[in-house]
């Protein structure tokens, strides 16, 4: 059984440990704020300038000069600051933020990344990705484990250009938690009901399975589609 | 008595000329000297390098000026937000120049040259694309790659409150590029919410101080600064 | 629950291990953390490497570490300010290692740590005897020279307002070397006036943000440090 | 008739034009902002993170949080501002501040300035003279022109440890007023009664006199003594 993307955004949510500074991207990483348990104080960055952010405004009640870097309408908790770019940056590539949460289009089995350019597009951006990806004390991956024509995405090299090597330390899959370790690749769990043959059987590179490999605990709730093996 | 007020932004902009180099700050809505570049739309200066972080919005502002042509080439880290559809469809002309530059490198580049340093040795890009042909350094042991100051001749900035002294203050996300801009070029613009009188603003409020600020004209917002996300970011 | 705060400055400088690097903000008097500096002299650590823009205040906070022997090394800017005699004594004895760089450099290079940097090139110093056998290098016609990051095992600084959180503000002149150091350390201790309630601080008043903080410790000032001037600069 | 301190500084305020922004050292610059005139905003900027500095704080109301760069209790004006080292130094290398008045050992007649380490001094310290001397738009440099032995300060080449080369703009002096040009020493003015020779005979650099070259315009009760051609 899959994972749904709100799945995936939940165990992520897990592994935040109390204390953390989060810098989320856009997509599943985004979802994760809404799973983080209540009795834990984790902050959310943005690389605009704020940290502690907290829900989305309420339509009406939007703060015209308070946007994400996704350029959402935020609110801010007690105890959130606002800074300027260069003090942003500074906590980002000076690795003072604990986490970086990002989807990807391909990582490598060193850590590699590759999420800010696929090959041929046309009109390149690159954003806070790079900064993101060489600074931060851990570079997190939340993706599905496959393309949309069932391709890996984690693979023994990446065909795309790199956003920053060597630099993903977990990656949460739709059917996986693997580390990225100095051995390679390390299966560390698997969404229920699937065998770790199964993720290695989705996976473009060598995998290692922990001696304690276990199965993903998220609710049914969050269970996504059957897959055959 | 020193008045760097000017009564409208029209006059604010009147001396940039063609081919200048104008750094333009504000992420999103927040911070967006829109009354300015709608200003410079009018003022018509062209053939302009432009500084800022995205590909601007629409049709108005930032988006309006590349709409009309008057940007030759562009400097920023993410200009493919979702409303840079005019920067987008000049750059697959072959209309306007790229030079694309990482979010935290491209800020402090326009840092360096605000203080007065000569460049600086930055991870961020090692390996990368985005390094290609740059001077890599191995310091202590990790690779960095070298990056040279950013500067303009005019800074186009937004504020929330700014007195005749030129000291600026910034509400909430306003900040990000505006206060390190305001410092790296030869004639910065404040496009401010509210002119209020010397002293109002406190010593400690003062994000942004008046030696750095050559024009403050008041300007009540531009109405599309508010309209719902326009911008995407790379993940 | 986080909560940043020490009791005591004692338990907060407990970690303070022999010959570990340690920043100390301040200027003057104003944003000096004396009371944790004293605890420190309590708690006995030594050969320490102190990065400090001055050489200490008579016997007493930090000036009082230097008489205690306690410094084996020290990175300042200005270290022949009035007050400085312990250090003077101790240097002129060998006892203490100077290395002298300009105040700007010194800020920078902290910086330079905390932001991620590799490195930067500055103008000050070209051609001085404070540049001799450094990597000089011509960008853009003009001359500058390499300077290299500056980290430190801990970082003790001032503020005048914190929370359980490690956001710190700083009143009037208090700011100095403070936010710079608290950005380049690995533990980071802020001695602050008051600690206040979480959202006490609003958002735009918070100078250090809590990221950067690892513990908090209300002290009341030390008395010494509403003395009258104690220190000189150079011309 | 030589100036005195105070009308060297006198004579430096009379320069310090509408909207400068100006460090000044310690010594004979420190007593300038008692001369400038009160008609013309002039902001007084100190290393330690303050500018728009006012006059010293009264006995009793001292601020503990407020100094100087020399440490000495100040007030600040309306439209003041407070900020941390960085900016500060930005303020300082980046060119912003208008106008530096330092006191000085030497000055060549190239520019050069010798002011933070007298030879065989056996303790250094440089704060931020060189900062303040390779960043600031205009170095200023006021002092007597000659030493306490009556050697002059003014010299072909610095014997003293340099501060920054070339960085000299203008020179103050209780006799004169003398230009550094891309053609060498100009001299611009001459105190009371003193013909431009005197000058020339305490200065140790050839020394061109301006065309324009005319008496200093300082009131009497600046007057020092009186010189002996």
Redesign the interface.
Known sequence: MTLTREGIAYRVARDLTEGSYVNL???I?SLVPAYLPSDREIFIH?????LGVGPLAAPGA??????S?????IT?LPGAS?????IS?SM??GGHLTHAV???MEVAANGDLA???VPGQ??????????LA??VQNVWIAMTHVTNKGEPKILTRCSC?????RCVRRIFTDIAVIDVTPDGLMLREVARGLEPEAVRARTGAPLRVADDCREMDVPAAFNGVQLTI | ??DKTVTSCKEAVASVFDGATIMIGG?????VPARLLEALREQGASHLVAIHNG?GNHDYAFGGLILDGRIRKLI??????QGAWA??DR??KGEIE?E??????L??RI????????????????????AAGKEI?N??G?E?VFE?PLRADFAFIKA?RG?R?G?LN???????????MA??AKVVIAEVDQLVP??A?S?????T????VDRVVQAE?HPR??E????????
């Open positions: 991207g856009v997509g990483p943005n690389e605009n300038g704020v939007e703060d015209p000069d308070l946007v870097a996704n350029k959402e309408f801010l606002v800074f300027d770019h260069a940056f980002i590539r990002m989807g990807a999420n800010w350019r046309k009109v390149p951006g690159v954003g806070g990705a790079m900064d060489f600074g250009p790199l956003t920053a090597p | 008595m020193i992420f999103g809505g927040p911070g590909g920023a880290s993410f200009p493919i937000n920067f987008r750059f697959l790229l694309l530059t990482p979010q935290g490198t800020v402090e840092r360096a040259a605000g203080a007065g340093l000569g460049g600086f040795y930055t991870p961020t890009a090692v390996g990368t694309e985005l350094r310091i202590d990790r960095y040279t929330h007195d002294l000291n910034y509400r909430m996300a306003m900040r990000n590029f505006n206060m390190i410092t790296a010397v002293g603003l010593h400690e409020e003062i994000h101080p008046g030696i750095f917002r600064v508010f719902r996300p326009q911008e995407g970011r790379s993940p």
